[in-house]
């Protein structure tokens, strides 16, 4: 009796201790993966010099707007992607500044081209804690 225990609990500590690698790199996996969805989203928002046609992509994702603040260019057009289970919306604090979306649901998109200069405030009308700025310059 003792002995079938025995190795059963062998068999678990060893099937554990294989295991153990797999997760960990599964883990190290995942934070690659968002290391470079980081960096395509942080070289989407460059501007190019010249171009008045280039657009700034922000993601609607985990209740917040990624990335937080942008600097862009007078004649630049951004462009919101929801992608959030949750409805959110893309609305000017001040309403003379941008129309606005209505409700977003996963996929939706919205975009707007900023032709004054001036930092713009937007929220989400129902998650007052999201709140990004956007710095349009000459
Ligand atoms: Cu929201």
Redesign the pocket.
């Known amino acids: 009796m003792n002995k079938k225990y025995l190795i059963v609990f062998a068999v678990l500590i060893g099937l554990t201790l294989f295991l153990i690698p797999y997760i960990f790199r599964k883990e190290e996996a995942k934070k690659e993966v968002k290391k470079s969805v980081e960096a395509i989203i942080n070289n989407s928002s460059e501007s190019v010099p010249g171009s008045k046609s280039s657009t700034t992509n922000v993601n609607i994702e985990n209740?917040s707007f990624v990335p937080e603040e942008i600097n862009i260019k007078k004649g630049e057009t951004v462009v919101w992607t929801e992608k959030d289970d949750?409805?959110?919306?893309v609305t000017a604090s001040n309403k003379e500044d941008f129309s606005g979306s209505g409700t977003l649901l996963k996929g939706d998109t919205y975009s707007f081209t900023f032709n004054k200069v001036g930092s713009f405030t937007y929220r989400?009308k129902?998650?007052s804690n999201?709140i990004v700025v956007v710095n349009v310059k000459e």
């Not at 949750?86 to 919306?89: E, K, M, Q, S, Y």
């Open positions: 209740f949750a409805p959110h919306t989400c129902f998650h999201m």
